[in-house]
């Protein structure tokens, strides 16, 4: 596959229109995720979750994917138990990024589809976006929402945008 069509495929473009297409509406801003996805993990163990996420990773699929370092904290975590129970082999993640509030992921050996339908890609960049919490899906927890609003006062009137 071509690098344009790659870059298409895990772009947060292409996930946000899957995501939608079924019906999902944004329930929280990109910035509020992203705050709220770094302030519900554990600062002091970032490194600790990041070597532990690159172990997982190293051992279900052989390789380590670019960008594992800029996935927020709380979905580092969460990763490894999401994919876990899946056979990496086909899926060999070669990327990973977050962007607009979404978890990009390409994948070494994609295959587009051709009728628009989506793939056994599309469908696990599906279950991993609505999966890893918070998402921009669901309403982030009341304790959660009350974090950001002490921590992040910046982003206090995002936190009323979209529900």
């Not at 790659?6 to 946000?16: E, F, M, V």
């Not at 051992?59 to 380590?64: L, V």
């Not at 070669?94 to 607009?100: G, M």
């Given at each position: 596959m071509k690098p344009a069509e790659?870059?298409?495929?895990?772009?947060?473009?292409?996930?946000?229109a899957l995501l939608l297409a079924c019906g999902l509406?944004?329930?929280?801003t990109p910035a509020i995720l992203a705050a709220a996805a770094e302030l519900l993990g554990p600062d002091s163990w970032r490194e600790e979750i990041l070597g532990e996420a690159r172990q997982f990773f190293a051992?279900?699929?052989?390789?380590?994917p670019h960008g594992l370092e800029e996935i927020p904290s709380r979905w580092l975590q969460q990763l490894p138990r999401h994919l876990e129970n899946r056979e990496m082999g086909p899926f060999m993640?070669?990327?990973?990024?977050?962007?607009?509030?979404?978890?990009?992921v390409a994948f070494a050996h994609e295959i587009g589809s051709q009728s628009g339908r989506m793939t056994v890609w599309d469908d696990l960049r599906f279950v991993l976006n609505l999966?890893?919490?918070p998402n921009l899906w669901h309403s982030l927890?009341?304790?959660?929402?009350?974090d950001v609003w002490n921590r992040c006062p910046a982003l206090r009137r995002e936190l009323f945008s979209l529900d």
């Open positions: 790659i870059a298409r495929l895990s772009s947060a473009g292409h996930i946000q509406k944004q329930r929280i051992q279900h699929a052989g390789m380590i993640i070669t990327s990973l990024a977050f962007d607009q509030g979404l978890l990009c999966a890893l919490e927890s009341r304790d959660a929402e009350q």
